[in-house]
């Protein structure tokens, strides 16, 4: 933005001065002055600046203008010969008026409203003439706070020097309809119509054919500078007022220049940006002056702005640094207590960098201690940038990273150095001021930036062990399926929220699959869906059936002490029937992709949400699945947002589950996010059914409770076994387990007790159902005088695995036995 003394220090005039003997000494009069007014408009910070002829009895006319259109500030054709403009020039010196005394020269309240007038800067200064006639004024108008301060004045007063005298009595120079020309640009934001004057469209090598398009000037602007113009053209606040900044354009033959924006940004009557009145003018010229170390730090600032990691800043300080110091490595790193830990390093080869840095290389950063380089930790200490010449002494560690030169950057926030930047020269090197200058601008930044990214580190890293902790670390194999799933969690507000999944594997070949959605996407959200997620496996494992499992948890919500509520999809599945059972508590339906590729929603009755009503029924929706099936479940996250309806959601859905590979079940799982809005955290389940190659084979036996019921249960086991061909070891081996489980029921326990055999790819499961919860104690030293406990030592030495499953009357006692292999039949 145009503002209080855009030339600051007496390098302004140096720079000035090297502008002028940059321009061609052939160019003509009016080139001329077109390029020194530009020059005026750069090296000032004004925003209009005018050449004005001698008076020739009516005052002199305007010649040559550059900047906004006139009309702007409403800059009379003609030097009025009256007050306060006739004092002005019969003043025979430079005029510098300021506020209400500046805008006397204006009829600003008509011309534009949106300038106070207490901001008004003007600048009046003679021209040269011949003998004691003046040959002319230049006009400067220039918005801010103070008036033009000694060095911009000297400045001014140069470039006045520089501008030939022009011809009494020319005409001022024309404008279009739109008061547009020379340099000048009118952009209308609302419609993007362009009107831009023949110097605006011979900068961009653009004919006068022009369509009045700003995206055809924006197509020619380089790509890293794109963001830069478009919060000009398209400014994200209302905010109205100066604009400046500096981009690079290629031209259409190919050309790369630099171009110098000005312009103010005009409210429309609904008080928002409407339209911007500028000029463009070529900053190639002043930039090999200079002048772009201050855009170089902007350009910094804003990246540094957008920046949420640790990596991104450190990248963005060595992209804005290495190239324009022409150094030849830099490093940025934190500082740990007493190490450095470096996160990036420009070139990356490890050859690049000293020994000790290479003995301490962790995978691809190294991690360098700072006892080992003793004169680092004093510019540390000393909070300094500091640059060290060639032929200066340093430690091994420093030595070789700048034997031309090494700058230390300590990177300060609040108060101490959270970083250190390390730049080194192969070739002698002596920063000067500017350098400096630029030097410490960027710790300052980069500093502030690492204090606040290193918060959001920690921050994000507690969210994602928080998020890790409560969904599940990896899904379960399943004979007969494929089970996949995803979390994305919403980019706004904390990055952890409500949505959970679940695979439970079940006794018999059976999965539960679980999607739930607790209220909201927050810390309180996730902890209680932690909870919920527990309690829904808990109800699960003890084997109730569907409905009973949804209402435990709905109870389970009802009776905490929370204002949240959750909705959850609850489906078993049973992996050698293809055969299943449905519950939804307030929760999307599951769709269904079938094997022809067809898709349907299974969309039967619900119950309502849970924690909302304690005593609510949840209906069962039976499914029935043939290999191929792949079932989809999802929160809604995925199908519903502010600009999509649920039923559009879902339909999507459908589309996108017929067109994926079911055969790729995780690269289909992300085709389905890929384009997923996120401002919801999102939750997906896929489980494809292939069905089981070899389903088990099965008998039941009800153990009645009469003297011989272990017999009977020995009995009923060595038919079933010598059915299915077991061998004679393992049958022996089966029928002692048997004998002992059964007994075991029959003493400690009361009510029914039932036997259950499966055989399935040469494994044996015995399993005794009772209604005791108890689970039987496998003693570790059982004494010579112990009436019980051996029998489960023997269960356990003969078994391969052993273990309890609750049920919900009770309990089951297993074992399993691995059948030996039967030789191959003659």
């Known amino acids: 933005m145009a503002g209080d003394g855009a030339v600051k220090t007496g390098a302004g005039s140096a720079r000035a001065e090297s ?87 204006l009829d600003l309240g008509h011309a534009h409203p949106a300038t106070p007038p207490e901001r008004l800067q003007l600048g009046l200064l003679p021209l040269r003439g011949v003998g004691e006639t003046p040959g002319g004024w230049l006009v400067v108008v220039r918005e801010g706070e103070r008036g033009f301060d000694a060095t911009g004045r000297a400045c001014l007063e140069l470039l006045a020097s520089a501008l030939p005298g022009p011809p009494g009595g020319g005409a001022p120079p024309a404008e279009t309809a739109d008061g547009v020309a020379g340099n000048a640009f009118s952009l209308d934001l609302r419609s993007g119509r362009l009107q831009a004057g023949e110097g605006v469209l011979e ?21 890293e500078d794109l963001p830069t113009v478009m919060s000009v053209v398209e400014p994200a606040h209302a905010a109205t007022g100066q604009r400046e900044l500096e981009f690079r354009i290629r031209r259409p033959s190919g050309e790369l220049r630099w171009l110098h924006l000005r312009g103010r940004l005009r409210p429309g009557p ?62 940025v790193a934190e500082t740990e207590a007493d190490r450095l830990v470096v996160t990036v390093l420009d070139p990356p080869e490890p050859d690049a960098w000293p020994d000790l840095w290479r003995s301490e290389w962790r995978t691809q950063w190294p991690d360098a201690p700072i006892r080992a380089m003793p004169t680092l930790a004093q510019v540390v200490e000393d909070g300094r940038v500091t640059v060290f010449p060639a032929g200066t002494p340093l430690e091994p560690a420093l030595a070789t990273v700048g034997p031309g030169a090494l700058a230390i950057l300590p990177l300060p926030a609040a108060g101490r150095t959270v970083g250190v930047a ?9 920063p000067g001021p500017d350098e400096r200058t630029l030097l410490t601008a960027a710790a300052g930044l980069a500093g502030g930036a690492l204090m606040r990214v290193r918060a959001l580190d920690a921050e994000h890293e507690l969210v994602g062990l928080l998020q890790r902790s409560l969904l599940p670390r990896r899904l379960p194999l399943l004979p007969g399926a494929v089970a996949a799933a995803r979390y994305l969690p919403a980019t706004v507000g904390l990055n952890v929220g409500g949505d959970w999944y679940d695979v439970i594997p079940l006794p018999e070949n059976r999965v539960a699959l679980v999607i739930g959605d607790v209220q909201g996407h927050n810390a309180q959200a996730a902890a209680l869906m932690g909870q919920m997620r527990a309690a829904i496996r808990a109800y699960a494992v003890e084997g109730h059936p569907p409905d009973v499992v949804v209402s435990h948890a709905n109870r389970l919500l009802a009776g905490m002490e929370t204002d949240l509520f959750a909705t959850c999809c609850y489906t078993e599945i049973s992996l050698e029937e293809g055969a299943g059972w449905c519950v939804r508590a307030g929760h999307l339906p599951l769709v269904l992709r079938l094997a022809d590729g067809g898709t349907r929603l299974v969309d039967e009755e619900g119950g309502p949400p849970l924690g909302v009503l304690p005593d609510a029924e949840f209906p069962l929706t039976p499914l029935r699945l043939i290999p191929g099936t792949v079932v989809a479940l999802t929160t809604d996250g995925l199908v519903e947002s502010a600009g999509l309806p649920l039923d559009d959601g879902l339909a999507l859905l459908r589309t996108a589950l017929a067109g994926i590979d079911p ?13 997923a809005p996120r401002n919801d955290d999102i939750a997906l389940l896929l489980l494809r ?14 153990v009645w409770r009469l003297p011989d019921a272990a017999l009977h249960a020995r009995r009923f086991t060595a038919r079933t076994l010598r059915r299915w061909g077991l061998a004679a070891d393992d049958i022996d081996t089966a029928l002692l387990i048997v004998s002992e489980l059964v007994t075991n ?76 292999p039967r030789p191959p039949e003659d």
């Open 663 to 675: 055969s790729r079940l995780d690269q289909a799982a992300d085709a389905l996010l890929h384009d």
């Open 745 to 820: 029921a029959l003493i400690h326990t009361d009510g029914h007790i039932r036997l259950d055999l499966a055989h399935h790819n040469g494994r044996l499961r015995i399993t005794v159902t009772d209604a005791s919860p108890r689970t039987p104690i496998k003693p570790t030293t059982p004494s010579w005088h112990a009436t019980g406990g051996r029998g489960i030592l023997l269960v356990s030495a003969m078994a391969h695995a052993w273990g309890t499953t609750p049920t919900s009357g009770g309990k089951q006692v297993w074992a399993e036995v691995v059948l030996m």
């Open 19 to 105: 502008a002028l003997e940059a321009l061609p000494s052939d160019l003509p009069a009016d080139e001329r002055t077109r390029a020194v007014l530009e020059l005026v408009l750069v090296f000032s910070g004004a925003a209009l600046a005018a050449v004005y002829a001698p008076p020739d009895g009516g005052g002199g006319r305007l010649t040559a203008s550059a900047g906004v259109p006139r009309s702007v500030y409403a800059l009379p054709d003609r030097c009025p010969a009256t007050e306060p403009w006739s004092v002005a020039v019969n003043a025979g010196h430079s005029v510098w008026p300021v506020g209400r005394e500046a805008a006397a020269f």
């Open 270 to 331: 609904d008080g928002r940006p409407a339209q911007i009145l500028g000029t463009v003018s070529d900053a190639t010229t002043a930039r090999t002056a200079g002048t772009g170390d201050v855009r170089r730090i902007q350009q910094l600032a804003a990246a540094l702005a957008g920046i949420s990691t640790v990596r991104d800043v450190s990248s963005a300080v060595a992209s804005a640094l290495r190239q324009r110091l022409g150094a030849t490595r830099i490093a």
């Open 689 to 702: 059914y292939d069905g089981m190659a070899q389903l088990p084979v099965r008998e039941s036996w009800t």
């Open 422 to 430: 390390l730049i080194g020269w192969d070739e002698p090197f002596r």
């Open 203 to 223: 900068q961009f090598g653009l004919t006068k054919d022009f369509d009045g398009k700003v995206e055809s000037l924006l197509a020619l602007t380089v790509p």
